[in-house]
C-alpha cells in the first residue's frame, strides 16, 4: 500500500484531506477549513501531522490552520505557493510549480493551478495516483474565476487533465449536485453518464464525490470543451476549445 488518503468534510461544502504514507507514517494535512474535524480525524487514526499544504488563501481552505497547528509538537511543517506566500499563512516550505518535496517516502509534485485564484496550486502524488486540486478541477465542474481569466483557468485544467487517467482528482468543495444540473444543461448528450456518476457518488458518501481523471474526463463539461460536439451543443460549432470553455464559464456563474 503506498499511500492512506481520508476525505474530511468541513463547514457547508468544503473538503480537507488526510494523505497518509503508512511505511513511514508521515501524514500530510492538505488545505484547513476548520480544526477540529481535522483534528479529529488524526486522534481517530493515532496519527500525527508532519505537514500541512495549502492549496490557494482564501479562508475556507486556511482558516482552521493556527488551531490545528496549535500546541501540536512537533510543529507540522506548512508548504504552500511561493508565489502567494504573502496572503498564505507563514509558510515553512514555499514551493514554485515544477518543483516537489515529500511527506514521507511519497513524492509530490506542485502543479500551477492558477485561475480561481492566481497563485493557485495543486498537489500530484505519482505513486499513489492523487491530485488535490483544490478550487481547480473540481467534481464536474471547476473554480470561479475570482481572479484569473478563463485562458489561464483553460491552461490549467488542461494540465491537470493531462495527468494519468487512474489519478483520483481530490477537489476542495462538494457542488455535486448543483455542478450535475448544469452540466446536463450544456451538455444534454452526456445526461446518462452525469446522472449514473451522480448516483454512484451519492452511494458512496463523501468518498464518492472524488473519482479518477477518466471519469472526470467524460463527465465534467469543462473538461469537454474541446470535444467537436461541446461547442455546438452551446451554438458554438467550430469555435477554438479556450473559447467555448469560457462561454461555458459564463454560462455557469449564471446558472
Known amino acids: 500500500m503506498t499511500a492512506i488518503v481520508v476525505a474530511i468534510p468541513c463547514l457547508k461544502d468544503n473538503f480537507a484531506f488526510l494523505l497518509h504514507d503508512p511505511a513511514t507514517r508521515a501524514t500530510a494535512v492538505v488545505d484547513v477549513p476548520e480544526a477540529a474535524p481535522v483534528a479529529a ?83 500530484h502524488v505519482p505513486a499513489a495516483a492523487l491530485a488535490f486540486t ?21 491552461e490549467s485544467l488542461t494540465r491537470i487533465a493531462a495527468l494519468p487517467g487512474a489519478t483520483r482528482i481530490l477537489s476542495g468543495h462538494d457542488y455535486l449536485d448543483t455542478n450535475a444540473a448544469f452540466a446536463r444543461s450544456v451538455d444534454p448528450a452526456n445526461g446518462p453518464a452525469i446522472a449514473a456518476r451522480l448516483a454512484a457518488a451519492r452511494a458512496g458518501g463523501p468518498e464518492g464525490v472524488h473519482v479518477a481523471l477518466d471519469v ?40
Open 134 to 154: 483544490g478550487d481547480c478541477l473540481m467534481a464536474m465542474g471547476c473554480g470561479r474565476l475570482v481572479e484569473g481569466t478563463p485562458a489561464m483557468m483553460w
Open 41 to 123: 480525524a488524526l486522534a481517530a487514526r493515532g496519527w500525527q501531522a508532519t505537514e500541512v499544504l495549502l492549496t490557494h488563501h482564501h479562508g475556507d481552505h486556511v482558516q482552521g490552520l493556527a488551531g490545528l497547528l496549535e500546541g501540536r509538537a512537533p510543529r507540522p511543517r506548512v508548504v504552500g505557493a511561493a508565489a502567494d506566500a504573502r496572503r498564505l499563512p507563514p509558510l515553512d516550505l514555499a514551493l514554485a510549480p515544477g518543483e516537489a518535496f515529500a511527506v514521507g517516502g511519497l513524492a509530490v509534485a506542485v502543479l500551477d493551478a492558477s485561475g480561481h485564484t492566481v497563485g493557485h496550486v495543486a498537489y
Open 216 to 255: 472526470e474526463r467524460a463527465t465534467n463539461p469543462f473538461l469537454r470543451a474541446a470535444l467537436p460536439g461541446a461547442g455546438a451543443a452551446i451554438g458554438m460549432a467550430g469555435a477554438p476549445a479556450p473559447e467555448v470553455f469560457a462561454e461555458i464559464r459564463r454560462r455557469k456563474d449564471r446558472f
